[in-house]
């Protein structure tokens, strides 16, 4: 069967050459196609060979380094080693309720606030706005928030790293960008129905965003398991430690933990490193869409 | 509750400021954990601001000295040395991400594979979900001078040096590693917006353009360019801003041998108080804090002015 020949004609009949981008075939193999490609397997090894070189390094129990794609004597021991070690199962421990406590507490008053600040209605609203947008352009500073801290009780004390962060206009602000996608008249007739605003915001509000509350749930998780500067600022204490604490700690000084089996002190270090980045690298494959979703909210509306 | 007046404007009455507040009161109650986060660890801490005038070692009391904190800190070598780090660290920082991240998108976008595109997408992104602490401990043991340091290592190998350097322990090495980190650790993830505004390009135009004979380029030169143009100006204001806000990244990587060529202004805060022992001074600290914020502040002011005056709205 003969491949039937596409024809461009005018209205009246007349033929015509077809349009030039539709001319020529197009190649997927071009040059610059093998150059861009090449380009990218580049880009993504530069990002890749350093998080390889501690991954194998934190499985191999040689003390031969240098350059190798595997480890040479594989073994678990520098997990083992930082598993069950009580120096570094606390500051782990730490991190992880550190991170739950503070997510949740910080998408409560981000939800919370944002609900609030889309009451177009409501007196004082915009006063409510500024007060939080201000603290975006001035604060006082490391010394006076330090001083206040300490006045509070809140150095030295668990709760400090967690309290502190929970409150960050920036996520607020995405999440009123967010709420106000949500229908009016869907508040209005709920309004009508005889819903309260706590019914409302329960039952509207947060149904409606739950894409938005994954995004910036995940951006707190980050940011409360990545914490150092508030640990570093508020917390002297080595029992209150978080994981990056004592992860920096180590890498300074040899300050560490006594190594199981046959794992060496440079795999131990490294058993630290994937450790601390362990559960955002098993997650992220799964949720990487929501956390490009979180930066595109604040995007929509430029 | 809407009158009509004689010259056609339509007037809106509102119900009395009482009864909307009254109507309101649940919002009112729901805010008040907000405002007290918000007052306990954003305006309390501004009330401290008056130590700036104040002299308050640790040990004795606050007392007031006026403006010799400010005239002391003019003299400092020190303190000009990290207010000149925070902006050219920060400026070149923000230059090389974003022209860096600019490039990438754009080849991003010419990309036939779409499967290779997305697998490319999420290695890139990847450096962002690591903290500052972790991104330091990769590179220093990349970057150590002993046997375990890969770069140098490599180095070596190819004849590229004689014997092991030790980068992060030479104030101009530190620097170029410090820019290389920064492109490693941000530039993925800002790819991210770009491509937001790639894709919104209408492919009409693109059509366009081909059916007016434009090659590959033309389109990247008059088309793509046009439209990426307004968002890297967004993007250079908006991380303009925060210049002054340069931490964490520096405090890591930072060392003994280094400490003094490379503090930027926070970090010298935090050393200036925390790590000298007796004679830190509280009061001086704080003016050097409210030194930073007033030109954060006056950057933020400049910056959204010529943001309204590029896309019609402020930044904050």
Known sequence: MATKEIRYTTPAGVEVPPPPHLNKQKSQYTPFNFVNGFIFILVCLIVIVPIWKVLIDSLDLTTGYGMKLFPTKFGLDGYVSVFTNQSLLRPLWVSVYTTVAGTFLGLLLSTMGAYVLIQWDMPGRTLFANILLFTMIFSGGMIPSYLVMRGLGLTNNPLGPILLPAINVYNLVLMRNFFEGIPASLFESADLDGCTPMGMFWRIALPLSKAALASIGLMFAVAYWNDYTNFKLYITDRNLYNFQMKLRDMMQSSDLPESVGGATENTIKNACVITAILPFMILYPFLQKYFVKGINIGAVKE | ?316
């Open chain 2, 1 to 316: 509750m809407a009158g009509s007046t004689s010259n056609g404007t339509i007037t809106v009455r509102q119900k009395p400021l009482g009864q909307r507040m009254k109507k309101y009161w649940g919002f009112y109650l729901m805010f008040i954990p907000v405002l007290i986060f918000v007052a306990l660890f954003h305006y309390a801490p501004m009330f401290g601001i008056r130590y700036a005038f104040y002299s308050w070692k640790i040990v004795a009391d606050p007392e007031w000295v006026g403006l010799a904190n400010f005239e002391k800190l003019f003299r400092q070598s020190q303190f000009s040395v990290s207010f000149w780090n925070t902006v050219v660290f920060s400026v070149i920082k923000l230059l090389l991400n974003t022209g860096f991240a600019v490039l990438i998108s754009l080849l991003l976008n010419e990309m036939i594979s779409l499967k290779f595109k997305k697998v490319s997408q999420t290695i890139i992104y990847l450096p962002h979900f690591m903290s500052w602490v972790v991104t330091a401990s990769v590179f220093s043991l990349m970057l150590s001078p002993t046997a375990t340091g890969l770069i140098n290592q490599l180095l070596l190998k190819l004849g590229v040096i004689k014997e092991s350097v030790y980068y992060l322990a030479d104030k101009g090495w530190w620097r170029v590693w410090y820019y290389i980190i920064n492109v490693w650790h941000d530039t993925g993830w800002q790819t991210i917006i770009f491509m937001a505004t790639l894709t919104g390009i209408d492919p009409g135009i693109y059509e366009a353009a081909s059916i007016d004979g434009a090659g590959r380029w033309k389109k990247m030169w008059y088309v793509t360019m046009p439209a990426l143009g307004n968002t890297i100006i967004t993007v250079l204001i908006l991380n303009l801003a925060k210049i002054m806000n340069l931490f964490e990244s520096v405090f890591v990587l930072q060392n003994d041998s280094v400490r003094r060529a490379t503090n930027v202004l926070q970090t010298y805060v935090y050393y200036q108080t925390f790590n000298s022992g007796a004679s830190a001074d509280y009061g001086y600290t704080t003016a050097v804090g409210l030194f930073r914020s007033l030109v954060g502040l006056g950057l933020m002011l400049i910056c959204n002015y010529a943001s309204k005056k590029v896309r019609g709205r402020g930044i904050v």
